[in-house]
């Protein structure tokens, strides 16, 4: 029975670095060594370890995305199990290990079957490994809504939160406010004392508003630049204070459209790079073969990013964490940096420090993935769980 696995004749990208002519050794759901090739073929495995020839492709952490909302004709949207156990098994094959299924603002009835049906497929996954819930809302600004329905946003209602909560069993991991919302800081307080990510994001927020919500331990912000204050000389507002503030860190949808590669390039000479978080925001019919194309109950249609089809406004993404990769090294980035911001920097800043990180003692999620960055292997708690083609 197998119970290891080394890779080896690997280039090895830990998470801080590339490291050649290395061998990377799994037993049950651990990394135990890391290792050069030469220690390798001194070593010896008996027949229940499982030896893979890299053939010098490179093996890194595996990718975490803690923006999706889905992917493959199956989404959070969707309110069910099946749904939710999909996206697992669909985002394997693209080099996901784990994911935070996200949930747009809704009716307090749908959110709460949204919610427990996440909970109820934790456990239960065939491919990457659910995290917990990112809840987009409802809690957000009716000025920035981006394809969001007013009718579904709500003032910040403590009790509800509670409710949110208590169903989902302490699964929430993150979840987009308004900081300037009235009562957002006794909320901001209670979500810091369940140890939930608040982000600031869909929010006209001063700059001031969010030096304040700072205070209250709001230090990430969703999709930077889309649906929030912009910067300007006078008011620096949500986006500026992200420049102007080394403490916070954000994530972008690196497709293309959501943000100009050039801003993504400056953005990175302005913030520390272990700040930056790539996600995929992506909708339902990401990935979908089939039409019509439906993502929180709007007809969409595909030209680089989801446009709501009533108004044209855009909707989300069709990217996968691999295109993400993919687009950040074609802007120029090294793909050491890329890992950072795809796999070590969600690890951290969502408190899942058993992630991101190649090295003894994390946890086995990994990813192989050949010299144009296609995946050859997805590796889950220690297992193969995905062989490219």
């Known amino acids: 029975m197998q119970n290891s696995i080394c890779i080896h004749n690997a280039t090895v990208l830990n998470g801080f ?18 290792f050069n090739e030469e220690r390798f073929l001194k070593k010896k495995f008996d027949g229940n370890t ?7 492709a490179y093996v890194t952490p595996g990718l975490i995305d803690t923006h999706i909302h889905g992917i493959g004709g199956f989404g959070t949207d969707d309110g069910t199990q099946k749904s939710i156990l999909k996206m697992s098994e669909i985002l394997s094959t693209y080099g996901v290990t784990s994911f935070v ?9 749908k959110m709460l079957k949204a919610i427990k049906a996440v909970v109820s497929a934790m456990g239960k996954e065939k491919g990457a490994r659910i995290l917990g819930i990112h809840l987009e809302g409802p809690f957000i600004s009716k000025d920035r809504l981006g394809v969001q329905s007013a009718s579904d946003i709500s003032p910040v209602d403590l009790n509800l939160m509670k409710e949110f909560w208590n169903a989902s069993k302490g699964h929430i991991v993150n979840m987009t406010v308004a900081p300037e919302l009235k009562g957002m800081r006794e909320l901001a307080l209670y979500a810091v004392s369940k140890g939930i990510v608040l982000q600031a994001g869909h929010t006209n927020a001063t700059y001031e ?16 630049f889309n649906a929030m204050s912009r910067m300007h000389h006078r008011d620096p507002g949500v986006v500026g204070a992200v420049f102007i503030h080394p403490e916070l860190s954000c994530e972008i949808i690196a497709d293309g459209i959501h943000i100009n590669p050039e801003i993504i390039k400056f953005l990175l000479s302005c913030k520390s790079l272990d700040k930056v978080v790539l996600v995929t925001d992506s909708l339902k019919p990401a990935k979908q073969k089939t039409k019509p194309l439906i993502a929180n109950g709007d007809e969409v249609y595909l030209d680089k990013c989801f446009y709501r089809k ?11 964490m691999i295109d993400s990769l993919k687009n950040i090294v074609s802007y120029g980035f090294h793909l050491e940096q890329a890992v950072h911001m795809a796999s070590t920097n969600p690890a ?8 991101g990180i190649i090295a003894p003692g994390y946890e086995a999620d990994l990813v192989v993935l050949d010299e144009k960055l296609n995946v050859l292997y997805t590796i889950i708690g220690g297992k193969m769980n995905y062989k490219g083609k």
């Open 310 to 320: 009533s108004d044209h406004a855009i909707a989300g993404s069709a990217l996968t």
């Open 209 to 224: 508003q969010m030096v304040e919500a700072m205070q209250a331990r709001i230090f990430h912000v969703t999709h930077l």
């Open 348 to 355: 951290r800043i969502m408190k899942q420090e058993h992630l």
């Open 17 to 34: 670095t590339q490291m050649k002519n290395c061998a990377v050794l799994i037993k049950k759901n651990k990394i135990v060594d890391v």
């Open 50 to 56: 499982l030896l893979i020839d890299a053939k010098g």
């Open 101 to 109: 299924p996200t949930l747009y603002a809704g009716t307090k009835q």
